[in-house]
């Protein structure tokens, strides 16, 4: 998954409760992303960041956010977790740069329950 | 192709044959796309990737061709394998952000 973890793997957690997933790189590239994969809709961008502490909003970002204070972790918050956001949660990163056709690498994903 | 409401569209294949994967994009101006497969329960893994300058590229037993006119793209497996098994979809790159499409599950037969 070219040097990409993310943890838990797995998480049950109530409804209210705020749920930290992370994303932990190796590969020192500049871009990392929360995707979310429901069944009917793909994946979609929740938020991504292009630098350490450099952070900005996807298609459904409402209810997360994000950190970054170090190149290699990228955190995602749920504040107060809703069945809503039961869902399996993908990292990627990337070395994007204008010119340039890197592609997105993901990592094996993170399968939140909200009860 | 894409999917329409909660079921992915789904190619039965059997073992050996060859497996041809479609996409539609949307955008014209877009000049970078990769397919990605996803077995279940892992991330999705990059397979492979074309530029807008090209028509055609190879891979170990899998072909991308473009088409530009019609916006179309697909994905030909050759000898399919059950380990082909999996969901398959395309992206379209070119920016920081690409656009995923919903994808296709490809089954393979023994």
């Known amino acids: 998954d070219a040097g990409i973890t993310q943890s838990p793997r797995h998480k049950v957690t109530e409804t209210g409760t705020p749920v930290t997933l992370r994303c932990h790189q190796t590969?020192?590239?500049?871009?990392m992303y929360w995707y979310r994969q429901d069944p009917g809709h793909g994946l979609r961008l929740i938020h991504y960041?292009?630098?350490?502490?450099?952070?900005d909003k996807g298609e459904v970002s409402d209810g997360y956010s994000v950190s970054r204070s170090k190149t290699e972790d990228f955190l995602l918050t749920l504040e107060s977790a809703t069945s809503s956001q039961t869902s399996v949660y993908f990292c990627?990163?990337?070395?994007?740069?204008?010119?340039?056709?890197?592609?997105?690498?993901f990592g094996p994903g993170t399968r939140l329950t909200v009860l | 192709g894409e999917s329409v409401g909660l079921h992915l569209p789904t190619l039965s294949v059997q073992e050996g044959d060859n497996s041809i994967i479609n996409c539609a994009y949307s955008?014209?101006?877009?000049?970078?796309f990769i397919w990605y497969k996803q077995e279940s329960g892992k991330g999705p893994q990059f397979i492979i990737d074309?530029?807008?300058?090209?028509d055609k590229r190879q891979g170990q037993r899998v072909t991308v061709l473009l088409n530009k006119t019609v916006k179309h793209l697909s994905l030909q497996i050759a000898a399919t394998q059950p380990g082909d098994s999996a969901v398959y979809f395309c992206?379209?790159?070119?920016?920081?952000?690409?656009?995923f499409g919903r994808g296709t599950s490809l089954i393979v037969h023994p």
């Open positions: 990627a990163i990337s070395e994007w740069a204008s010119g340039r056709t890197d592609t997105q690498y």
């Open positions: 590969e020192n590239h500049r871009y």
């Open positions: 960041s292009y630098g350490v502490k450099d952070t």
């Open positions: 955008n014209s101006a877009s000049d970078y």
């Open positions: 074309i530029r807008s300058n090209m």
């Open positions: 992206a379209e790159g070119g920016s920081y952000i690409p656009t």
